[in-house]
């Protein structure tokens, strides 16, 4: 079974241009969640999906991310226009809603470098 | 409030020794699960325990077991029988409520454990 997948691994640019980062979870899971890791850091949500809907964006920075999860399947998280703090790992991960004790499953994230 | 704290940022270990990695947790919740995930330095977060609020027993995963102490907000990670592969960061996290209730995963800052031969 295929894990969570994420691309790009790796985005450099330059400050003030955007950027677009994709995730497909594992088929089947309906929640999809957006993390942020700084380095050093543990991972901070962004945004958390169940199905289509957004549940939980609280901690998403409106005003330059945005996330949309079409169909409820694959999402894709977009910064514009990029700071030099957006430098990070943006991390996927997803799971069954329905199961109490289910663990979440991570991509292997997509490392942002903002010049 | 900080809700996971990690107190160790790093840790050394000899291999084939055990360890103990400490977080503590702030809940009001009396339904939650605590998490524990390991990241070497490739970046993917790999699960690798579980424990529940309601759980009477520690939970154990093969050389890794949580040493879950509720009354002091405790859920320490012990490894058991260190490996050179084991040197990674390793994250400690919580998620309150349950069912169609549940939270958000909340993660710690981390500790980094590097096993010597």
């Known amino acids: 079974e295929a894990g969570v997948v994420q691309s790009p691994r790796y985005k450099i640019i330059e400050k003030k241009q955007p950027v677009a980062f994709w995730c497909n979870p594992i088929?089947?899971?309906?929640?999809l969640y957006w993390y942020r890791q700084n380095l050093g850091q543990g991972p901070e949500l962004l945004i958390r999906?169940?199905?289509?809907?957004?549940?939980?964006d609280s901690q998403l920075p409106k005003d330059r991310f945005s996330a949309e999860r079409l169909k409820g399947v694959d999402s894709t998280l977009k910064i514009q226009p990029a700071e030099l703090g957006d430098s990070a790992v943006y991390l996927c991960?997803?799971?069954?809603?329905?199961?109490?004790?289910?663990?979440?499953?991570f991509g292997e994230g997509s490392r942002l470098t903002v010049l | 409030a900080q809700k996971i704290t990690q107190t160790q940022p790093g840790m050394f270990v000899q291999e084939k020794e055990a360890v103990t990695l400490d977080c503590t947790y702030d809940?009001?919740?009396?339904?939650?699960?605590l998490f524990w995930y390991k990241q070497p330095s490739s970046g993917e977060m790999i699960f690798l325990i579980y424990?529940?609020?309601?759980?009477?027993q520690n939970a154990t995963e093969g050389r890794y077991s949580l040493n879950f102490q509720k009354a002091r907000k405790s859920a320490n990670l012990v490894i058991s029988a260190s490996q050179l592969g084991d040197s990674a960061m390793y994250f400690c996290?919580?998620?309150?409520?349950?069912?169609?209730?549940?939270?958000?995963?909340?993660f710690g800052k981390g500790t980094k454990l590097s096993v010597k031969p």
């Open positions: 991960a997803s799971r069954i809603l329905a199961e109490n004790t289910g663990e979440l499953f």
């Open positions: 088929s089947g899971h309906n929640t």
């Open positions: 999906y169940e199905n289509e809907e957004a549940v939980d």
């Open positions: 809940t009001s919740d009396p339904s939650y699960g």
């Open positions: 424990q529940g609020s309601y759980d009477q």
């Open positions: 996290a919580m998620r309150e409520g349950s069912g169609g209730s549940q939270g958000n995963l909340i």
